[in-house]
Every structure is written in C-alpha cells, then in structure tokens.
DNA sequence: TTGAAAGCGATACCAG
DNA sequence: CTGGTATCGCTTTCAA
C-alpha cells in the first residue's frame, strides 16, 4: 500500500479510499490509484485490515436441544470449532430452543442483540412466523443462514446443509438395488412438520415408482424421532408384514431400530437404509445390522455455516463448490477413521 | 499481550519471549507472565503475528503432467486455491514432471532452493530413491506431503489421499450388490506401479472374495489410464465373456469405457463403477452408462494439502478429522451441483 | 478532496 | 536476563 501511495503520488489515506471505495475522491485520483495496483500487482492483506479494524466475528447458533445423536454431535462440532475459532477473531455462542417450537425460535431471534452478536446459524422449522422474525433480525443488520432444514426462498443462497429430496432418491436407489426378490419395504419417518423429513420421504417414493416399480412401500410408521418409542412399534409391524425386504430409517431415532434387528433378529435378506453416521449407525454399520448409510456431515455444516456468515458479514465472495454440502454414501468399508487433533 | 505487560510488570518483549518460549528468561519471570496470561483469559492473534513475522508461506506442487481427467482437475484445483490463497500470504506454485518417472520427481527435489519454497505436495510412484529424496528436502527444513498415492511408513501421517485398499473394497460390495445373477466381473486397472492401483485392486479381489464368492473376476486388463487403448481392447474381452455382468474401472482411462459402452450399448444390465468425478463419469453416470462413481474430492485434497503444510511449516497442530479425504460414492442421485464462486 | 499520524496485536533487533 | 522501539500492512480520526 505504501509502494501505491508513492507511485501515485497520493497518501497512503487515499489509496484506503479507492481500496474501500470510500466517497469523497475524485475521479483522477481514483485512476491514479489503480493504475499503480494494477502496475504493481497489489493484493490486499486481509489479516493486516481486519487487525487494523479490530473486526470480531460474534456467531450465534441456535438449535434445538433435541437429545438425539445428530444434534449432540452437531452441537459438540459448534463448541470444537469455537474452540479452534477463537485464534481468528470469531467466537461462537450456542443457544438451545425447545424442538419443534416457532415461538421459541421466533422469541430467541428477536431478543438478539445487534450489539453483542454479527450473524446467526439456526435450525427452524418452516413456518411464516420464523421467516419474519428471520427477516427482522437481517434488517437489524445480521448475517443469517439456515442449517439442515431449508427456509423458503428469499434465503436460499443460505441455506447450509444437504437436497433432501435428493438424498431421499439416493437412498431408493440403494435400496431397489440391495433388496433382494422381496420388494416390501417399511419407512420410519420423523416428523410430519419437518421439512427435511418430509422432503426425503418425497424423494424416496418418487424415485421407487420411477425405478424400481416392483419395491412397495407397505408400511410406514412415524417415529418422531424417539429411539424408545420405535424399538416398541417395530414388533407388530414386523409381524403384520413377515415378507419385509427393506426398513429405511429416514429421520433420527435408528437407534430403536437397531436394538429391534439386534435383540430379534438376525434379519440377514433385510436391507437397511438409515440416514446420518452416528456412534451407533457406525457400529451397526460394521455388524452387518444395517448396510448403508446416508450421512451429512456435521463438521463440514458448522464450517461453511461460519464461513458464510463471515463473509456475508464481509461482504466478500465465498466458493459455492466448498459450501455444497455433500449428501454421503456409507457403507462399511469406506467409513472414516475416527480420530482427533495431532 | 500490553495486558499481560503490564499485570505481570513486565515489557513486552519479555512476554514474547515467554509466550514463544524463547530462551533466556528467569524461571520467576516465566511464571509472573504465565500467571498474568491466565488471569487474562488470553488468547494469541495469529494473523498479527504472522504480520509482524511477515510470514510467507511458499509452497510446491510436483505433479505428473499427465493429462487425463483426474490430474486435470487436480491441477485446475491447484490453480484456483492459489488464487484465494494469495490474500493469506500464501502462494502456490506447480511444477510438472514426467509420469512413473522416479528420477524426474527424485531431481525436482533436489533442485528446490529453500529459500524459495517452505513445503511441497508430491504425487509419486514409491521407490527408495524417492523417499531418500524427500528425506533430504526435509532435511533442508521443508514440510513435505505426499499426494493421492501414499509414501511408506514413515510420511504416514503426511499422506492426502483415500486408503485405496477401502476404495477397492466399497467398489467391491457395490458390484456384489448390484450384478444380477451374472456374476462375471472385468476389471481394468492402471499400472503396475502405481501404488494407488494396486491397492484398490487388492481390496477389490480381498472383498469379493470374503462376501460375495459367486462374483468372480474373469478377465482384467491394463489400461494404462488410456482411453484410446481402453477403448481398442475392449471389443475383444466383451466378445470373449458375453455374459459379462460388471466392469470395475479401477484407474483413469474411464472415458475408453464409456464410448465403448456408448457405443456399442446399452447394457441394461451391466454393473459398472468407476474411479472418479470428471465431467466424463458424471455423464455418463446421468444417462446410466455408469451406476457409480467412486471418488476422492480433488479441491478437497488441494486444501487439505495446503493446510497441512502451513500447519506444518507452523509447527501447530490440525485437525485431522478435517484432512481425512473421504471415499465417496456417487449415484445419478447424489451428484454435486456444479458452480462456482458468489 | 486529500494528507498526517496514531494504533491494531505481535515480532525482532539493539541496548543496557 | 530484560526493556525500548521500530515495523508489519491496513484503518481511522482529525486537520488542512
């Protein structure tokens, strides 16, 4: 910057000017200036600026205090990177909302402070109330992104987390193909108010009905994503339907699931579809007790959450190919090692 | 650190000295200074010190300059990196040499000035030649890591890239899965050298044979990961086994496959997986000439490399969970969208 | 419309 | 062993 300022024959004030494309600089100047980054081949030093701009990167999550394996690891995963965050300026906070609660997630939205946070990560259900209280919170001057569960689309550019849709036709896929001459299949869905769990279940049936035209769905049980409640279900829809080929677990809750097969079975001509790599879909992974594994990866979501807050904030570019979160296959032969810092 | 100064009555550069455990301080000192430090709840400005430092981090690419559609993208993504990158004080540099050419790589290292690079990313076929290479540039006090096909034992922890054995055995159990009742099996592989290869071929053989032992492989070709030739030996093998049930493309040379397939097709029932997302297998994925893609994300290795490197150079710690490539798989269904930078 | 100068949080060199 | 001080690349405030 002082080599500009001095081939321009300017102040090291102005080239901040023109760098900012801060008002008050005449239109000479402004060529004078970059002429000289242009014959220098100046790149800025973002470190350098945000030092000089004392900036701080205050992010608040809010999730849903949901017990479930998803959210513990999604909220181990927030206080993991706030932890490695602190060295660049950023801190994150975690605020925990009732599930399934608009109001909740409406009231914590709007009792955020503009002065002590710059932009919120939260997981909401879809609803008018939550979308307006989103929009009041971004007037006051917030960055704010959606996480796992879309919100409509005036924020589609931010949304962090997998095409459920898509990853409900990926599992079908797996599924028609891994089921053997029996084509019964049963469904555990999560949430009817979900928006995530409704898309999968969208997903799946379209592409059976595409692709694999003799796989039926013949039952389908809602599981609200309680492990207890599921393990007692299963019984009678097992016995209703001997001939299953096939359960897709498409919400949380497959641990219920898992102890059933376990303590009954075992099923060896099922083919089990579950969604997202927990401790125990791992280790049912590497039994046999289920074969795939449809996982979003909770790292990545905390990661390009903040690193799309952080430039929303900035007002910079972000690389969208980096922030597409990946809808990944698990099978148990390419299952990552488990392991920490070094 | 002014803070820490002035609570523990000390200069400044006395907590530099503390806090970098520069030698020469009294023991009374350090602790005066590592109590003010907790007190403080201080936390190190990593970007201000690398400013003061002006830190640089210079770092190579030696790659193969090969040109099919892996190393491409790979070289692409090395291109791009170094683009964001050079707002971090970090510049990327490429250098190509000749393929399953242990000399060419084994004098490129010998030719790196230290004082021109800090680190270095290699892919290179194993020889002793070239880790007594890499023994040396690290003795010149680089960071060294090694691409896509792993270096032996001791650069484990420096290795980017898949364990090939496990690709080999994912792509494995999907075969099995998805051949109907004709289980014979084609394989085409790289090159014997390439330790990457090798690898997925052993896994491959090792699975099948452990789960599914109606699949048999019954024939195998090398294709040297050239489509042409690919393409040229195909018609031959297919007209010696008709009752071909799965191909396994285990290297590069994937688009001989696929105009062959195209060609000459459709197969409906002919199981087929890859290695690799290029723009090629993901057509052909799309139109069904392909049913999966097995692959390692080649922007993902770039950046891990990098992070690595600086993390090296550094002397700091990383999260390894973070730079573990993973194995993906693809399906028609679970494709990344392509896009680019907003 | 432009410039001078102080300062962000850390490092490094030279004195004492 | 310890302290003072210039400096890194950029922003910001105050004057001119």
Redo the contacts with the bound molecule.
Sequence with gaps: ?NDIARVAG?????V??V??ARA???DV?IDKVNKAIEELGYV??TA??N????RQYRLLFIIPETTNEFMTALDKKIADQGARLIHQRTTLHRQKVPPFDPGAVVAALDAIDPDQSDGVALIAVETPEVCEAVQRVRDRGLAVVALVSDLPSSDRDHFVGIDNIAAGRTAARLMGRFVGKRGDILVITGSRLARDHVERRTGFDELLAEEFPEVKVVASIEGRDDPALIRKMLPEVFAAHPDLGGVYSSAAGTPGLIRFLEETGPYPDLAVVAHELTPASRAALGSGTIDVVINQDTGHIVRSATRLLRATVDRVPFDRTQERIRIDIYLKDNLPQQGGVA
Tied chains: 1, 2.
């Design positions: 910057m300017v102040s090291l004030a102005t901040d000017r760098l900012n008050g600089v005449r100047t800025r030093d350098a600026a030092l000089a701009r004392k």
